[in-house]
């Protein structure tokens, strides 16, 4: 019979161990991930029935049939938990408005992202309400609000670049962030309106956003 006279270091052992070790490590990260998205789906939906103010960490326990005490190992508080929502709904919305292609032209761009922000609005209606809580309301430590305020920029900056190259006029006066004020507040206003049903006042008021979006940058142009 044959012996290995090879004696086995500690680093031998954690070389060996290591590749099992990290692939362990990176599961437990993935499954914690998913634990705390499955918690957000809750709190969100919760949010959306009941409001930010009561939404509870027991009752987003109660909801993702998950015991009370366990779901402080995932958020230690209410304002955790409301704190990774609205980071959360600022990530989206940031995804939504940077589908928006940076190379076309300025007056295309604008029209693009803001109707990006209304599909936003439309298709994830517990983060908007995350995000217009966000700039309501005093909000847990570490919350940024201007996280959410990232398509605002995009279209100043837009409006700043399509002066320069002649695209739009600046009337009476105004500056890239006056006018991205200007749309901004429409986009805004018609997202909101969005969520109400006109059917009762659709004789006197038609909802065509898109139309309304492009003929009001179409007044802004140039030429």
Not at 10 to 15: K, M, R, Y
Not at 162 to 182: C, H, K, N, T, W
Not at 195 to 216: M, Y
Request: proline share 5%.
């Amino acid at each position: 019979m044959f012996t290995d006279d090879r004696t086995t270091t500690s680093a031998d052992a954690d070389n060996s161990a290591a590749p099992t070790e990290r692939p362990a490590a990176r599961r437990r990260v993935r499954q914690r991930q998913a634990v705390q998205q499955e918690l957000l789906k809750v709190a969100r939906e919760l949010m959306l029935e009941v409001g930010p103010d009561n939404v509870t960490l027991r009752e987003v326990a109660r909801r993702a049939d998950f015991s009370p005490s366990a779901i402080y190992t995932y958020f230690t508080n209410r304002d955790a938990i409301i704190l990774s929502l609205m980071e959360d709904s600022f990530r989206r919305l940031d995804a939504y408005v940077r589908r928006v292609p940076q190379d076309s032209p300025p007056d295309q761009r604008v029209i693009e992202f803001c109707l990006a922000y209304m599909d936003f609005g439309r298709e994830n209606p517990a983060d908007l309400r995350s995000i217009l809580t966000a700039n309501s309301l005093d909000l847990p430590e570490g919350v940024d609000p201007s996280l959410g305020l990232e398509a605002a920029r995009l279209i100043r900056e837009t409006f700043r670049e399509g002066i320069e190259q002649g695209v739009f006029r600046a009337p009476d006066g105004l500056s890239a962030a006056d006018m991205a004020y200007q749309i901004w507040a429409l986009v805004h206003g018609m997202t909101v309106l969005e969520g109400i049903d006109l059917s009762l006042v659709e004789g006197e008021i038609c909802a065509n956003p898109q139309r309304i979006i492009k003929t009001f940058v179409e007044g802004m142009r140039a030429n």
